[in-house]
Structure formats: C-alpha cells, structure tokens
T-cell receptor, first 111, second 114 residues
C-alpha cells in the first residue's frame, strides 16, 4: 500500500464547477501535510499547507482529519488556469523531514 | 529570491555511462533531497541528506549514489546508467523546522538513457 494515495483522475470539469480531491495516508508519523500544484513538465509548487482546523485560501479549502488519516482539497469556481496535477504530500520530521508524495490527481478545466 | 538550481536540464546518455546530476541551493538549507518522477508513479524519494557528508536512502536507492561534500551542493550519481533510469529527476532543499513549509524544488532534470 502506498503511504499517500490519491485518485489519479483525470477530473474533467467545466469552468465554474466545484471539484474535490481526496487523499489518504498510512504513515501516522506524518506530521505535516500540503497540497502542491504541478504544471506539465514543471516542478511542483506549494499550493497550501493543510491544518486540522481546516484552512482556506481564496477559492481553495484544505482539510485534514487525523483520526481518519484523510486529507481533502476543495476548489470552488474552477478556472481554466486551475488545470494541473495536484499532489497530496506528507512530511515526516523524524525521518529528516522527507516528503512523501501521492501520485497526483490530474485536473482539466474546460471552457 | 531563493533558488535551487539543477545545472543539467536535459540529458541524453548511453547505457552504461556514469551520470552526474548536480543540485545547488543558495538558502543555507540543511536538508536536501533527490526524487524521480514517472507517469503513474508520482515522485519517489531516491536519497536525502540532512547534513554535509550525511546521506540516507529513500525508497528507491538502487542504482544510485549521492555525494554531499558541501552544504549547498547535493549530487546524484548513476554509476552505470540503464534505460529504466530514464525519468525526470527533481532536487529539493529545506530547513529541518517542524512548522511551516520551507521546501523548494529545482526545475528538474530530464534524463534519457538510450
């Protein structure tokens, strides 16, 4: 079983739609979680950190449920520019701070 | 502006060649990482280093070695390149801080082994 698992998609949605990505993790030593965005043939870039209390950044909302070992990302009012691959990431601090990546969920927003 | 630089962006090497991928960061970060990314498999950790001359194996270290002689430089070495090492390689660096996210990626090195 992968340490961080995501639905690979692709998710094809129209502009303006709301889309939700889910992620589960198996390593309870993972202490911090993030969502990264990766455009085609580019490096991943941080989208947002994920907190147990839930956090919002504009159209993006992230949530962490430690009891269920579950992370989510909600994108409201999708834009064409949101088309990318979204990576769920856990960070394990007692192992040198290494990042554990999910395989990514591909999002395609259509006009 | 903070920077992680991978000097070789696109390489084509022959099977059996020794390949060096260099990564330099200018942020005085303790931790550095090498990942490879393949379609359907995501990013997988090859090696990481949390201090000069220190290294730890990641999830897929076979066929690779690393060198960290200076804090700012972390090199990935393919002793004898094979076609299954064709991939995109990403270097990253970070502080060891618990809170927040201070992880930066290089732009990636696309390696083709023929």
């Amino acid at each position: 079983r992968k340490e961080v698992e995501q639905d690979p998609g692709p998710f094809n949605v129209p502009e303006g739609a709301t889309v939700a990505f889910n992620c589960t993790y198996s390593n309870s030593a993972s202490q911090s979680f993030f969502w990264y965005r990766q455009d085609c043939r580019k490096e991943p870039k941080l989208l947002m950190s994920v907190y147990s209390s839930g956090n919002e950044d504009g159209r993006f909302t992230a949530q962490l449920n430690r009891a269920s070992q579950y992370i989510s990302l909600l994108i409201r009012d999708s834009k064409l520019s949101d088309s990318a691959t979204y990576l769920c990431v856990g960070r394990i601090y007692n192992q040198g701070g290494k990042l554990i990546f999910g395989q990514g969920t591909e999002l395609s927003v259509k006009p | 502006d903070v920077k992680v630089t991978q000097s070789s962006r696109y390489l084509v090497k022959r099977t059996g060649e020794k390949v060096f991928l260099e990564c330099v960061q200018d942020m005085d970060h303790e931790n550095m990482f090498w990942y490879r990314q393949d379609p359907g498999l995501g990013l997988r950790l090859i090696y990481f280093s949390y201090d000069v001359k220190m290294k730890e194996k990641g999830d897929i270290p076979e066929g690779y070695s690393v060198s960290r002689e200076k804090k700012e430089r972390f090199s990935l070495i393919l002793e004898s390149a094979s076609t299954n090492q064709t991939s995109m390689y990403l270097c990253a660096s970070s502080t060891p801080q618990v809170s927040g996210n201070t992880i930066y990626f290089g732009e990636g090195s696309w390696l083709t082994v023929v």
